[in-house]
């Protein structure tokens, strides 16, 4: 028991594990996370209605979205963002592994008779031929990377992009860093049963890597059966050092935004957006 304990509490390296799938394509949980989407009041998994609906309508204005246009939106879970740019005629591809989110998603695609592409696959291994006017990550996505990972998308972004186009993508930044602690819990079914509609015990280790700038809120869900470690990690940016791991891909920040909405930049915000092009 001791060292059970032990090796839930150990830190791991940052990024050791990447278990995104197991949280996004686990049948149970994607349901729950769907229902976290469609739920227009909370923030999680999605931002609010009010605020996609907000942000979809500054998207469709700043980057003059149309009928001739082609947007491709990485991570696009249920189609709350495809689903109200394709509604402007333009050619909306999205991207994700979770089978849950796509079927609803094409379910209102085709209520809607709008010509959705949707393409379910892990979003590091997406290939295509077609390019595209904008590429949209939303919802801080990227910050659940890896460096490694990051580099293999913005390399792919970078390849994806027509002449002009432009990378629309929402980070943390460091406020919210500063301001995550430490900690360690358990509870029975802890999250309400987030986990698994079984009876579990869950621990919940959150670690803090100071230099990385990234964080990892670790879950060891114990169930009759199995153990299961789930590892959600986040990545801190400013300004500085997305410019830079950008420039690294070939590419430029061309503007700092407050969020995916085209609010004002606030340093003192715990997230920001930039947009990027090609250099
Ligand atoms: C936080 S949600 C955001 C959804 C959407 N962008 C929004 O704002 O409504 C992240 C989405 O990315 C998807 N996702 C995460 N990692 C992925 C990967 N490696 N490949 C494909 N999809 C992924 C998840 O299934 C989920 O639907």
């Not at 792919?156 to 919210?176: E, V, W």
Request: with cysteine; hydrophobic share 40%.
């Amino acid at each position: 028991m001791f060292a059970q304990l032990e090796e839930i509490h150990r830190r791991p390296k940052p990024f050791e594990a990447y278990t995104a799938a197991d949280l996004w394509t686990d049948a149970y949980i994607s349901g729950r996370m769907l229902a976290f989407h469609l739920n227009g009041e909370i923030d999680l998994a999605s931002r609010k209605l009010p605020f996609i609906d907000r942000s979809a309508g500054w998207i469709i204005s700043r980057f003059g979205i149309r009928e001739g246009k082609s947007v491709a939106d990485f991570g696009c879970g249920p189609g709350l963002y495809t689903q109200r740019l394709a509604a402007t005629r333009a050619a909306v591809t999205g991207i994700d592994f979770s089978a849950n989110s796509l079927e609803y998603a094409e379910a209102r695609a085709r209520e809607a008779h709008l010509p959705i592409r949707y393409v379910r696959r892990n979003y590091l291994e997406f290939e295509t031929d077609e390019t595209y006017d904008l590429i949209l990550m939303i919802f801080c996505d990227y910050c659940a990377l890896s460096p490694e990972q990051r580099k293999i998308l913005l390399e792919k972004f970078r390849h994806l992009l027509k002449p002009g186009g432009s990378i629309l993508m929402d980070l943390c930044q460091m406020n919210a860093f500063r301001r995550k602690a430490e900690s360690a819990d358990f509870a029975p079914n802890l999250m309400e049963n987030f986990w698994s509609p079984e009876s579990y015990y869950g621990f919940r280790n959150t670690f803090r890597y100071e230099d990385a700038r990234v964080t990892l809120d670790k879950y060891t869900i114990v169930e009759k059966r199995r153990t299961r470690v789930m590892y959600n990690w986040l990545q801190y940016f400013d300004r500085e050092s997305i410019a830079a791991e950008l420039a690294e891909s070939g590419l430029t920040i061309e503007e700092y935004l407050g969020n995916a909405a085209g609010d004002p930049f606030d340093a003192g915000a715990d997230e920001f957006a930039a947009v990027a092009k090609r250099r």
